[in-house]
T-cell receptor, first 114, second 114 residues
Framework: DGGITQSPKYLFRKEGQNVTLSCEQN?????MYWYRQDPGQGLRLIYYSQIVNDFQKGDIAEGYSVSREKKESFPLTVTSAQKNPTAFYLCASTRSWTNKETQYFGPGTRLLVL | AQSVTQLGSHVSVSEGALVLLRCNYS??????LFWYVQYPNQGLQLLLK??????LVKGINGFEAEFKKSETSFHLTKPSAHMSDAAEYFCAVSDLTVGGKLIFGQGTELSVKP
């Protein structure tokens, strides 16, 4: 079955540590997205990539970095510069980057700070 | 700028009662609108979407939504609530300045009482 996988399900970060969240899709989708979800705040866009080897900052990119070296993969690194990283992180993809497209979501990664 | 407002962060209904979740949007041009559902600690799943065809849109699990341009609304309804409908629901509008990007409302948590 096609879909989006995210790993790990739970991730613990120590102070000053960089951590990387994995997002893989086998839907052959061109565009991929990373969202951060905090209680009562909906979803906020961190980064997005419309094609391989290209990505753009979203609304809350500070303290995060991404890469898009392969079509199926879009890892997110939470750097030590992100002072409040505790949240639920969701990866999504769309077949193309036109406005009618449905976003398909992965199961999410919950990041906690030790 | 486009935006989405969901009225009521928490809605509680009895099993078998009507479900009504409210969503109002702001857009200078005809929008593309989406409703997603999220169960605890999971990703988002598409319920239905409006892409300028029929104004009454039917989705999965017995949900439907009606696009009303005069009221700038896209409310989600279900005639008879089931216990399994308890979840968080998000309304979203396509960001016309960034292909594929969605702007989400803050979510409405639906509780279903037996």
């Amino acid at each position: 079955d096609g879909g989006i996988t995210q790993s790990p399900k739970y991730l613990f970060r120590k102070e000053g540590q960089n951590v990387t969240l994995s997002c893989e899709q086998n839907l052959n989708h061109d565009a991929m997205y990373w969202y951060r979800q905090d209680p009562g705040q909906g979803l906020r866009l961190i980064y997005y990539s419309q094609i391989v080897n290209d990505f753009q900052k979203g609304d809350i990119a500070e303290g995060y970095s991404v890469s898009r070296e392969k079509k199926e993969s879009f890892p997110l690194t939470v750097t030590s510069a992100q002072k409040n990283p505790t949240a639920f992180y969701l990866c999504a993809s769309t077949r193309s980057w036109t406005n009618k497209e449905t976003q398909y979501f992965g199961p999410g990664t919950r990041l906690l700070v030790l | 700028a486009q935006s989405v407002t969901q009225l009521g962060s928490h809605v509680s209904v009895s099993e078998g009662a009507l479900v009504l979740l409210r969503c109002n949007y702001s857009s200078s041009v005809p929008p593309y609108l989406f409703w997603y559902v999220q169960y605890p600690n999971q990703g988002l799943q598409l319920l239905l979407k409006y892409t300028s065809a029929a104004t009454l849109v039917k989705g999965i699990n017995g949900f439907e939504a009606e696009f009303k341009k005069s009221e700038t609304s896209f409310h989600l309804t279900k005639p008879s609530a089931h216990m399994s409908d308890a979840a968080e629901y998000f309304c979203a509008v396509s960001d016309l300045t960034v292909g594929g990007k969605l702007i989400f409302g803050q979510g409405t948590e639906l509780s279903v009482k037996p």
